[in-house]
């Protein structure tokens, strides 16, 4: 092939990206600062548009650049994971693995995890994306998703990574101010912390007594003078007196642990967020995938062991 993209140039541009200079990409590749230069250039000739701005100090993709990145990552990842699938390479871990996660869950715990797993698979090159909602199942936005509840698609492979229920919660001066709710109704009386995220309904509390054929739901409409679709301004409204929240164990686990957070109505149970790990079939062969949810279902296991009295 003298013209166009040749399949060198992927691995050549991937790493030279990833390193962020020519001299660093030299180093990484073994070859001197010149010839990386030479390559790159010979790159932009056979495919006419160019692809970095070089200047003395720094470089930066062009538009171009970037869309050649993100499609020659994945034509590598693609490569990778047929190796794994043929029998290949399949002890290590690496190419290109997109994760996917909610706003602050991903935030404050899938970011941390994921920052010790590039430490253990240094050949694994993560992008993480954060949102309010998870993807759609049938678009190729991500590798792995991890997110609350199972869905319902046998088109993808759903882990149960760990436990987590929804909690009402308060703080103590605010239930000293208004009393501590003893059954559901009570909330209706209430000042409640109203989160809009996701496609739940909002403003809707379900609040389940007993267990099995005996259960029992009420469906409370709650109403409060404050409304965020950030989950970690909601928590810090609640430590401020201004109301009951309702909101993942996770995230106030340990406001509750040192008295900050008063678990209101602990005798009703609300509908189960579990943590699961999403991902496509056609991915479960691969070694990246493989690793990286084990690696996330041990480190949760770990961290509940650890909590417990």
């Excluded at 993709?61 to 590598?76: D, K, Q, V």
Aim: glycine letters at 8%; a positive charge.
């Amino acid at each position: 092939m003298t013209n166009g993209i040749q399949p060198a140039d992927l691995g050549f541009f991937s790493t030279l990206a990833r390193a962020g200079s020519l001299s660093a990409a030299g180093r990484e590749l073994g070859i001197t600062t010149p010839a990386v230069s030479k390559h790159l250039s010979q790159m932009e000739s056979r495919l006419g548009v160019r692809l970095v701005v070089r200047t003395t100090r720094r470089m930066s993709l062009t538009p171009e650049g970037e869309m050649y990145l993100e499609r020659a990552r994945r034509i590598l990842a693609e490569i990778d994971e047929m190796g794994e699938m043929l029998g290949v390479a399949k002890a290590t871990p690496k190419g290109l693995l997109r994760v996917n996660a909610t706003l602050g869950f991903g935030r404050s715990h899938v970011a941390p995890l994921i920052s010790r797993f590039v430490r253990k698979h240094p050949q694994v090159e993560v992008q993480l994306q954060l949102s309010v909602n998870p993807p759609p199942l049938t678009d190729d936005a991500f590798d792995v998703c991890i997110r609350f509840g199972a869905p319902p698609d046998s088109r993808v492979i759903s882990r149960h990574i760990a436990p987590n229920r929804r909690l009402l919660c308060a703080s103590p001066a605010y239930l000293s101010r208004r009393g501590l709710p003893k059954v559901p109704n009570d909330l209706t009386k209430h000042n409640c912390i109203g989160i809009r995220q996701g496609e739940e309904a909002y403003g809707l509390w379900r609040l389940t007594s007993g267990r099995g054929k005996s259960a029992t739901t009420q469906a409370v409409k709650i109403r409060g003078n404050l409304t965020t679709n950030d989950g970690e301004i909601a928590v810090n409204w609640a430590l401020d007196g201004h109301g009951i929240l309702m909101r993942a164990e996770w995230d106030i686990e340990r406001y509750l642990r040192i008295g900050r957070l008063v678990h209101v109505l602990p005798q009703y149970h609300t509908p189960d967020a579990d943590i699961h790990a999403v991902y496509p079939q056609h991915h479960q062969l691969a070694a990246r995938v493989r690793a990286f949810v084990d690696f996330v279902a041990l480190s949760f296991s770990q961290q509940a062991a650890s909590t417990k009295p």
